[in-house]
C-alpha cells in the first residue's frame, strides 16, 4: 500500500517550492554519496541531508530565531521555525 501522507521530502520540498527558497549551496561527498544541499529565504536558512541512492530519507536541520539547532522531524518543525524567524524582521 502506498504512503498516503507522503515522505518528509516530499512534503518540505512541495512547501518550499510554494514560498520561494532558493538552492544557495550543493555538496556531494564522494566517498559516501551524501549530499548537503543550503536553502534560504530572506534571513532563514536550512540544510538537507540526503544520499542520492535514497532521497526520501533525507536528514533536514534548520535554526531558531536564537540560533540553536533544531532537528527537523516533521513539516511543522520546520514551519514554526520559518515564522519565528521571519517575524523577528
Do not use: R
Request: proline share 1%; glycine share 4%.
Amino acid at each position: 500500500m502506498n504512503n498516503i501522507s507522503g515522505s518528509l521530502h516530499s512534503k518540505v520540498h512541495n512547501w518550499i517550492d510554494t514560498i520561494g527558497f532558493s538552492l544557495n549551496d550543493s555538496q556531494t561527498n564522494d566517498k559516501n554519496h551524501v549530499t548537503t544541499d543550503h536553502y534560504f529565504f530572506e534571513t532563514f536558512n536550512f540544510f538537507e541531508k540526503s544520499k542520492s541512492d535514497d532521497p526520501e530519507n533525507s536528514k533536514f536541520l534548520c535554526f531558531d530565531a536564537y540560533g540553536e539547532t533544531i532537528k527537523v522531524k516533521s513539516l511543522l518543525d520546520l514551519q514554526t521555525a520559518f515564522f519565528e524567524n521571519i517575524s523577528q524582521l
